[in-house]
């Protein structure tokens, strides 16, 4: 063979495979997803789970990076939404709480005591409210896929037990960026302060505030005991659900089979992590507790004194979240 016939076959060897990784390339896919916490928490973990399985049933063919941490949007959770609907988010897995400043009705879940317990919170998002709400949420561009489960807020502070709205009379409490929020807690005569979590610790240390609330996980991996937080309520004042969902242009740029798997993975991530979350819960609390926190549980009596204390809250927000959605909740709490 001549060196010129071996050089023209080297060279049409190269150009196939050239077309055969530019084939591949061309069919392959990423996508970004945003999420709030990192996988030492349940909430990335299930972004996590999400990815393994596209990953896996696609054979690589469509994968999904996690970006957790806010990173996507320079630490600001709140605009994880409007990042996502724009299109500078390809997907996330989303809080409830923090994409309620652009999705009023997700507001429903922070309506404080109106999910006494994961029944309650089960037979709404998994019934007509919960259909209501995917559907605002789809109506803004984005696509729900799933939900999730980052748990019942519960209240911790540095001065002392809370058994009854007095005791929280003045107390700052750091809280997320929801207006909703800031009502509950001036209802409850606190001084609520707004601010990021990356903000939050350092505040908690310096004793600039006095306390905060969050789900039990956060409180557990945070190690949030260590500064200075040895005062824990269990009072389940809200729920804080969360969303798999994608932007709209990519959902619609996927074809009918990796839309599907896309969908699906979802719900079984989120399946998985709600399970697991709940499952942990009881564990969490025994180490805390081992920890030196001191937990008080509020007994019916405490709990209802809370409920009138904040009915005020319900009476401005209702309106603004919308009369049908909350009326499709309530009947879903009382029929659980």
Do not use: C
Request: charged fraction near 25%.
């Amino acid at each position: 063979m001549t060196a010129s016939r071996s050089l023209a076959k080297l060279a049409a060897a190269l150009a196939g495979a050239a077309v055969l990784t530019a084939s591949f390339s061309a069919q392959a896919r990423e996508l970004s997803v945003s999420t709030v916490l990192s996988d030492a928490f349940p909430w990335g973990q299930a972004a996590e789970k999400w990815a393994e399985l596209v990953e896996e049933r696609t054979e690589g063919r469509l994968t999904l990076r996690v970006y957790p941490n806010s990173q996507l949007v320079a630490g600001d959770q709140t605009r994880e939404f409007s990042a996502m609907r724009s299109g500078l988010i390809d997907a996330a897995v989303g809080s409830t709480i923090n994409w309620s400043p652009q999705v009023p009705e997700l507001n429903l879940f922070s309506l404080p005591f109106l999910l006494p317990d994961e029944a309650a919170v089960d037979a709404v998002t998994g019934g007509a409210a919960g259909e209501m709400i995917f559907e605002a949420i789809e109506s803004r561009d984005v696509i729900p896929l799933a939900w999730g489960e980052n748990g019942f807020r519960q209240l911790s502070n540095s001065r002392g037990p809370i058994g009854e709205p007095a005791d929280l009379d003045g107390l700052k409490i750091r809280v997320v960026g929801s207006p909703l929020f800031q009502d509950t807690f001036n209802a409850l005569g606190a001084d609520p302060t707004q601010m990021s979590w990356t903000d939050a610790q350092p505040a908690l240390t310096t004793g600039a505030v006095d306390g905060q609330e969050n789900p039990l996980s956060v409180f557990d991996v945070a190690r949030i005991d260590q500064v200075g937080q040895q005062y824990l309520t269990l009072w389940n004042y809200m729920n804080d659900p969360l969303i798999f969902a994608v932007n709209r242009q990519v959902w619609d740029s996927l074809d009918e089979g990796d839309r599907e798997i896309l969908r699906e993975a979802a719900v079984e991530a989120g399946q998985w992590e709600i399970a697991m979350t709940r499952e942990e819960e009881g564990a969490r609390l025994a180490d805390i507790q081992e920890r030196g926190v001191n937990v008080t549980e509020l007994s019916d009596e405490q709990y209802q004194a809370f409920v009138e204390a904040t009915a005020e809250v319900h009476d401005k927000w209702v309106p603004r979240i919308g009369e049908a959605l909350v009326e499709a909740a309530r009947e879903a709490v009382e029929a659980r």
